[in-house]
């Protein structure tokens, strides 16, 4: 085989190098000593409970993590897109069906639910960098309650999750370009049959829930982070591009090359209209609007040196993107940006849309220092931005465009999180930078690190790390919201109307209806009703199992040896269970989940009579 | 159906009370106040590390969780039972095989390897009580390296796992009878044709893995706990049983009848004689010694009330067991029950297996309080009784068999873990409460609670909590052992003889052999080689990818969009990939594991050309 244009070896060493921490800051104020000694704050003591709840993906986990913030401590697991047989999630039927036969997802960006910008927590909504997916999370009961997808035309929506601001849509664009439609097509014609895509999905404001609503056809770059705007720009939407080159191999030397990229502006109010007036083609059963044809949707605004992040300030007003190659962050002015588009002030077009004009809409160019990824915000008007390659976070001003302090942080920060960062009003006081490397700060668990997430008090002039804990693989970014603002329920409802479900020990049966046996069953503890299920092999066998105990806490499981199933069965709940009993013999199924002082007693048979 | 015998209202009312904590402690002292003001020492600032290492099991996730201690942080999810795509775990084709098909596993007791009885740092030991199976964990790599089941003849095998003192045995014990050897037997068969069994599996003392060497077959009992002597009981082995009333239905009543159950004691070092003397039967290719037929190996000693734990003192002396509905520990001397068996001082038979005298071999009954269910140990004789419907945990000493001190937990504690508490020279200091419920103890999160582990430092006179973190379901024991004792590697050996592992660009190569199609690849900050993999559609696709970068914590993923594929690549580490390319068009693969400051560029292409 032919591999290509080979890689150019000096490159590699920069990269390693500065990977490697062996650089030294160039850029003012030098990093504050990092706060080893700092302890106040961050620890709550037994009995006292967290003052935030933290969102965090899980990245390739699939899963989110739920942190509670200064502790750091992971409360919960809530599984998304993958299996999780700590929960029963995949098992039963209901989560079965939602995953699609996919046992895993990336998941990337968490998104909280918004009501005029603020977040109302009510839902949680996740993208699925690997399999085309968008997941919403019911806060009432922190459990998956929708996956949407494989959504068609998109591939590796990394450039996601945001919300608009009133949760009107979820938005995500393609992080991969690849023919429309799913089809094939040679690289070769990576530039002409490739394409880009971004999905808008409409939120049932009651239920949650999501649907396709309309697809934007893009040009065949690589769509990498997005954020919606607020307040004056709260219908747009602002996602950054890199490898405008149109590389298809060695893209780390060869999506590097032009000086900018783009920031891709998006009026999603134009775009709604423009599906209303009819002005768009059917692709996979989705109706994609062409941004090239259609004027007043999509403008293209230079951004320097492979860009990554893109986050709107609290007001709506600056836009700032960060050039991943670049040590700085440039922002842009939104009324600035509208002006140039109504003035038509553009350098040009690319690929058939307007490139407005650098110099009119940029308002400034900040020197943070060295891998700028994402910037988070703070009340007053701060801003902090990590620092990938310094292995720092940098805190500046908005107007000012001057770097007020640095704090080292440990190591190669990604994304980080802010107190309410993303609404129109942030808290301040802790940000949390989610940092990629580890290394030495741990008790060493072999060649394979966890993350290290670092809590940074924010409240004073200079920032100061005050926290630590190691997280497994791979918070992305996170969403941080105080914790009044979410009120799950304790237990399901005792919903007699329910079908299926069994809350009195009369009701309980088993039923044969030719080879498919049927159990409505119920858990109480300290006994399963029915404990004895015999079926015949070969059977199908559907078992509904309700929880009819309603204390907190008293979650019940139902686990069958050998036959490869575990459910967890929630207070009030009521659980499907189907398999097909192709194995004879005698299998104990028993409560999995620790329930009462008695509950190893929690037990009974299934029985499965062999075939003569 | 018929439900058979229904339920006593008084008895679900009677532990309904008493689960609800709403119990008044009646055995003196009073527990002292919570810790909740209890701050200094626990504390881990930014920078510090932890002094110990807990292995806690993870109950029905299938996986173990590693938790620094005193920061009670969780450094890793090792994953062991459950497929885990944060660590590709199940995705590459060695670990897929090692899973065989399984998809979960109920995780319940750790046990470390030792050296004379004193933790040595080199293994980890788990059982699988779902799908009747052992694992061996590298602590060089912290990851699974051995899979061993299902193990035939036993089911649910609970009643494990613990190493004998020089790990030449990791033994497991069934928690449910079964026909023995898979068969099929109806339920009113239970007391003739129903079997308990210990299955022992020697280990390779150079690669730490296991084979099942030879099995007890023993009554139709649940077998639920257990426990390896030490030193002067070193030869020994101890399980609790419930059950011993052989009830099939309703075993929260029925399984409570009797006054007493039994502790039974097993001369493992006897066993392996008989095996040696070939006094076996195979059953299901297993050599299967009845003690019954042969004397010396197990016997009976009466334990009141529902045994659930047994612990064995760090001197070998005396043996501790709970009934957990009785408000006491039982107390053997070890020395008695020698002179007991010598002299053959047994009160009967149960089953063929003699009972030895109960009075003849007590030492003590110790009032801990209401639902004693594990004691751990400290030095200087001190022990640790947890209390599960009094959310307590009870100090008492040895010899003086009286409660000294007594601690409120949050609540219902299962297991506790002392530090090096399972040893010959347990370090005292340290004891984590394991809690079943957390209920109001955290930010809620919704009707399915985690669990609550609670620090508490045992080195006064007067016990304290002083953290305390939830975690996620379910861990039921935990190993706690110092740090310097672990010694992992951080990278994988460049290995330049390994098969199919390729080092340098010059190497990469695709090759096809009829419909199949192999890989030798290489990933390297930040591309793979190749970056485009070009098949038909229906090819088999094997890919061998190995990870160059041999620096700390530069870990690669491999995933492909759509292909349902994920897999981890370790510094040094070569994997192996295989699919058939089912799905024709255009599926890009990505770097899952944020590497470095162009990972985002880490990419490339599997083209699948889709038949005519």
């Not at 394409?195 to 697809?215: E, N, P, R, Y």
């Given at each position: 085989?032919?591999?290509?244009?080979?890689?150019?070896?000096?490159?590699?060493?920069?990269?390693?190098?500065?990977?490697?921490?062996?650089?030294?800051?160039?850029?003012?104020?030098?990093?504050?000593?990092?706060?080893?000694?700092?302890?106040?704050?961050?620890?709550?003591?037994?009995?006292?409970?967290?003052?935030?709840?933290?969102?965090a993906?899980?990245g390739?986990?699939?899963?989110?993590?739920?942190?509670?913030?200064?502790?750091?401590?992971?409360?919960?697991?809530?599984?998304?897109?993958?299996?999780?047989?700590?929960?029963?999630?995949?098992?039963?039927?209901?989560?079965?069906?939602?995953?699609?036969?996919?046992?895993?997802?990336?998941?990337?960006?968490?998104?909280?639910?918004?009501?005029?910008?603020?977040?109302?927590?009510?839902?949680?909504?996740?993208?699925?960098?690997?399999?085309?997916?968008?997941?919403?999370?019911?806060?009432?009961?922190?459990?998956?309650?929708?996956?949407?997808?494989?959504?068609?035309?998109?591939?590796?929506?990394?450039?996601?999750?945001?919300?608009?601001?009133?949760?009107?849509?979820?938005?995500?664009?393609?992080?991969?370009?690849?023919?429309?439609?799913?089809?094939?097509?040679?690289?070769?014609?990576?530039?002409?049959?490739?394409?880009?895509?971004?999905?808008?999905?409409?939120?049932?404001?009651?239920?949650?829930?999501?649907?396709?609503?309309?697809?934007?056809?893009?040009?065949?770059?690589?769509?990498?982070?997005?954020?919606?705007?607020?307040?004056?720009?709260?219908?747009?939407?602002?996602?950054?591009?890199?490898?405008?080159?149109?590389?298809?191999?060695?893209?780390?030397?060869?999506?590097?090359?032009?000086?900018?990229?783009?920031?891709?502006?998006?009026?999603?109010?134009?775009?709604?209209?423009?599906?209303?007036?009819?002005?768009?083609?059917?692709?996979?059963?989705?109706?994609?609007?062409?941004?090239?044809?259609?004027?007043?949707?999509?403008?293209?605004?230079?951004?320097?040196?492979?860009?990554?992040?893109?986050?709107?300030?609290?007001?709506?007003?600056?836009?700032?993107?960060?050039?991943?190659?670049?040590?700085?962050?440039?922002?842009?002015?939104?009324?600035?940006?509208?002006?140039?588009?109504?003035?038509?002030?553009?350098?040009?077009?690319?690929?058939?849309?307007?490139?407005?004009?650098?110099?009119?809409?940029?308002?400034?160019?900040?020197?943070?220092?060295?891998?700028?990824?994402?910037?988070?915000?703070?009340?007053?008007?701060?801003?902090?931005?990590?620092?990938?390659?310094?292995?720092?976070?940098?805190?500046?001003?908005?107007?000012?465009?001057?770097?007020?302090?640095?704090?080292?942080?440990?190591?190669?920060?990604g994304?980080?999180?802010?107190?309410?960062?993303?609404?129109?009003?942030?808290?301040?006081?802790?940000?949390?930078?989610l940092n990629k490397l580890s290394?030495?700060?741990?008790?060493?668990?072999?060649?394979?690190h966890p993350e290290n997430m670092?809590?940074?008090?924010?409240?004073?002039?200079?920032?100061?790390?005050?926290?630590?804990a190691p997280i497994d693989p791979e918070p992305h970014?996170?969403?941080?919201?105080?914790?009044?603002?979410?009120?799950?329920?304790?237990?399901?409802?005792?919903?007699?109307?329910?079908?299926?479900?069994?809350?009195?020990?009369?009701?309980?049966?088993?039923?044969?209806?030719?080879?498919?046996?049927?159990?409505?069953?119920?858990?109480?503890?300290?006994?399963?009703?029915?404990?004895?299920?015999?079926?015949?092999?070969?059977?199908?066998?559907?078992?509904?199992?309700?929880?009819?105990?309603?204390?907190?806490?008293?979650?019940?499981?139902?686990?069958?040896?050998?036959?490869?199933?575990?459910?967890?069965?929630?207070?009030?709940?009521?659980?499907?269970?189907?398999?097909?009993?192709?194995?004879?013999?005698?299998?104990?199924?028993?409560?999995?989940?620790?329930?009462?002082?008695?509950?190893?007693?929690?037990?009974?048979?299934?029985?499965?009579?062999?075939?003569?």
């Amino acid at each position: 085989m032919k591999l290509g244009k080979w890689y150019v070896p000096v490159a590699l060493g920069v990269i390693l190098g500065l990977v490697a921490g062996s650089i030294v800051s160039y850029v003012s104020p030098a990093p504050t000593t990092e706060g080893e000694q700092a302890v106040s704050g961050a620890f709550v003591p037994p009995g006292k409970k967290d003052e935030y709840y933290m969102f965090a993906s899980g990245g390739h986990s699939g899963q989110v993590y739920v942190i509670g913030i200064p502790s750091m401590r992971r409360i919960r697991t809530i599984p998304v897109f993958s299996r999780d047989s700590a929960t029963g999630y995949g098992w039963d039927e209901e989560s079965k069906k939602m995953l699609g036969g996919y046992t895993w997802g990336d998941l990337h960006h968490p998104a909280l639910s918004e009501t005029d910008g603020e977040y109302d927590g009510r839902f949680l909504y996740v993208n699925d960098n690997a399999n085309n997916r968008a997941a919403m999370i019911d806060l009432k009961t922190f459990t998956t309650k929708q996956i949407l997808g494989p959504i068609p035309n998109i591939m590796g929506p990394h450039s996601a999750a945001f919300v608009t601001p009133n949760t009107e849509y979820f938005m995500m664009a393609t992080r991969f370009s690849v023919p429309m439609g799913g089809k094939y097509a040679p690289l070769d014609k990576y530039s002409k049959e490739y394409h880009g895509a971004l999905s808008a999905q409409k939120i049932d404001q009651k239920t949650g829930k999501m649907k396709v609503a309309w697809q934007l056809k893009l040009p065949p770059w690589n769509y990498d982070l997005s954020d919606a705007g607020k307040k004056i720009s709260g219908d747009w939407a602002f996602f950054t591009t890199y490898n405008t080159e149109e590389a298809t191999e060695l893209l780390e030397i060869n999506a590097s090359a032009n000086e900018t990229d783009y920031l891709v502006a998006i009026n999603w109010k134009k775009a709604e209209q423009a599906v209303k007036d009819k002005k768009f083609e059917v692709i996979n059963g989705v109706k994609v609007v062409d941004p090239t044809k259609v004027k007043g949707i999509a403008y293209l605004i230079p951004l320097p040196k492979s860009p990554h992040g893109v986050d709107v300030s609290p007001d709506g007003r600056w836009i700032v993107g960060s050039g991943k190659l670049d040590p700085t962050v440039t922002v842009y002015d939104f009324k600035k940006f509208i002006k140039a588009i109504e003035k038509e002030d553009f350098s040009g077009t690319k690929k058939g849309l307007p490139v407005v004009n650098f110099e009119s809409v940029k308002e400034a160019t900040v020197k943070v220092g060295l891998g700028p990824l994402h910037t988070q915000f703070g009340p007053d008007g701060y801003a902090y931005t990590t620092l990938f390659v310094e292995s720092a976070v940098a805190k500046w001003k908005l107007g000012e465009w001057k770097v007020l302090d640095k704090v080292t942080v440990h190591y190669s920060p990604g994304h980080s999180s802010a107190a309410e960062g993303d609404t129109v009003s942030p808290d301040g006081k802790y940000l949390v930078a989610l940092n990629k490397l580890s290394k030495d700060r741990h008790l060493s668990v072999g060649p394979s690190h966890p993350e290290n997430m670092q809590l940074i008090d924010i409240s004073g002039d200079k920032m100061k790390v005050i926290n630590e804990a190691p997280i497994d693989p791979e918070p992305h970014y996170a969403q941080m919201v105080k914790a009044d603002k979410i009120k799950p329920i304790l237990k399901y409802e005792k919903d007699e109307k329910r079908p299926h479900s069994v809350w009195k020990k009369e009701d309980v049966r088993i039923e044969r209806e030719g080879n498919h046996v049927t159990v409505h069953g119920l858990a109480v503890r300290t006994r399963f009703y029915p404990d004895k299920i015999e079926v015949n092999e070969g059977d199908k066998v559907t078992i509904y199992l309700t929880n009819i105990d309603l204390d907190q806490d008293i979650t019940h499981g139902f686990a069958i040896n050998l036959y490869d199933i575990d459910v967890e069965v929630q207070p009030g709940e009521t659980k499907k269970i189907e398999f097909v009993a192709d194995k004879p013999g005698v299998y104990p199924f028993y409560c999995s989940n620790f329930c009462s002082a008695l509950h190893q007693e929690m037990q009974g048979y299934l029985l499965v009579k062999p075939k003569k």
